[in-house]
């Protein structure tokens, strides 16, 4: 009972409330259930890209580009939207791009075997540059939109927008995926002791694959999900987005160093984002502080991470270069 009440997830648990009860001081209509679902809803895109971003890093990786591919889906989404396709087709096309957007980052860390950081950073440049040669630097408008394509993500069931339902969905799919099968446990094995995963039969390179696809294709469905909710697509959408899906990674207890960390953690980390963004500038906060606030939050939980997976008890034997020398 100690240690579920001391535990990683319920200590961020515990700095949302404490968090959201200042604000609702300052601001009491911020905690009205519309107010809340609004920021629930603003935080989904980002709840879904942390699901993958999750997954990858869980193997030992990184991807940086899932802004750019959401960029680039999104992109080929609205100019299938305007050419007439129909929306039914539109949305798997999206997902089916950035799972192969994904695919390729897999491909060059597997295959090729470069580190996965230069290969997301390579092709974070390369998809916005793609979006640039297809559309000369031309934006695609709300007129340019059909009402369909623009009207989903903001539908209504039940009281949330369907954008908030499908990231529910999308949490409840991979929170069972990552407790429930070998896929999600083959994850947290290449990441946690790569050597011990091979001798068990998983493949390191093709898992590290996987990770990256479903990435994608996560990045794929917010690159609809994102252009039809704002009704807008040009080069720079969700610049600099990476930076914000890493950080509630690492918020949220999703160790760098791979291997631990699970997907209550990161959606708790996307919620302390969430909050961040969506309620300090009611109260007057200054978007400087929120900055502040947010890289203090990240320093802090990589410190915790630091802390948490250091080795216990002391080191009595060590080996020195003078004594591996003799």
């Not at 709300?142 to 993500?153: N, R, T, W, Y």
Request: charged share 10%; net charge positive; hydrophobic share 55%.
């Amino acid at each position: 009972m100690k240690a579920a009440l001391t535990s990683r997830d319920a200590l961020l648990t515990y700095a949302i409330i404490a968090m959201t009860a200042v604000i609702a001081y300052r601001f009491p209509a911020f905690i009205t259930p519309s107010s809340l679902a609004n920021t629930f809803n603003d935080t989904a895109p980002l709840m879904i890209l942390v699901i993958g971003q999750m997954i990858v890093i869980l193997t030992k990786c990184i991807d940086l580009s899932v802004a750019a591919t959401l960029a680039l889906t999104g992109m080929v989404a609205a100019l299938m939207d305007g050419a007439g396709v129909p929306l039914a087709l539109v949305i798997p096309a999206a997902i089916a791009l950035g799972a192969m957007l994904g695919m390729v980052n897999g491909l060059l860390v597997w295959r090729v075997g470069i580190p996965s950081i230069v290969v997301t950073l390579g092709t974070m440049t390369i998809y916005r540059g793609v979006i640039f040669l297809m559309t000369d630097g031309k934006w695609v408008n709300a007129h340019e939109m059909s009402d369909a394509f623009k009207a989903l993500p903001r539908l209504h069931v039940l009281g949330l927008p369907v954008m908030s339902w499908v990231a529910i969905a999308v949490i409840a799919i991979f929170a069972v995926i990552m407790t429930r099968t070998v896929l999600g446990r083959s994850f947290y094995a290449v990441g946690g002791n790569p050597h011990a995963a091979v001798y068990a039969g998983i493949d390191v390179g093709r898992t590290q694959f996987a990770a990256f696809s479903i990435s994608g294709a996560l990045a794929g469905l917010v690159g609809y999900l994102w252009v039809s909710r704002y009704a807008v697509a040009y080069v720079d959408v969700a610049g600099g987005f990476e930076l914000d899906v890493v950080a509630a990674c690492v918020i949220g207890g999703i160790s760098i160093a791979g291997g631990i960390g699970g997907v209550r953690g990161a959606i708790l980390g996307c919620i302390f984002l969430g909050i961040i963004k969506n309620a300090l500038p009611v109260i007057g906060v200054s978007p400087f502080w929120q900055m502040a606030i947010s890289g203090t939050a990240i320093v802090l939980a990589v410190a915790v991470n630091a802390l948490q997976n250091r080795p216990k008890g002391r080191l009595i034997l060590k080996t020195t270069e003078t004594g591996a020398r003799a």
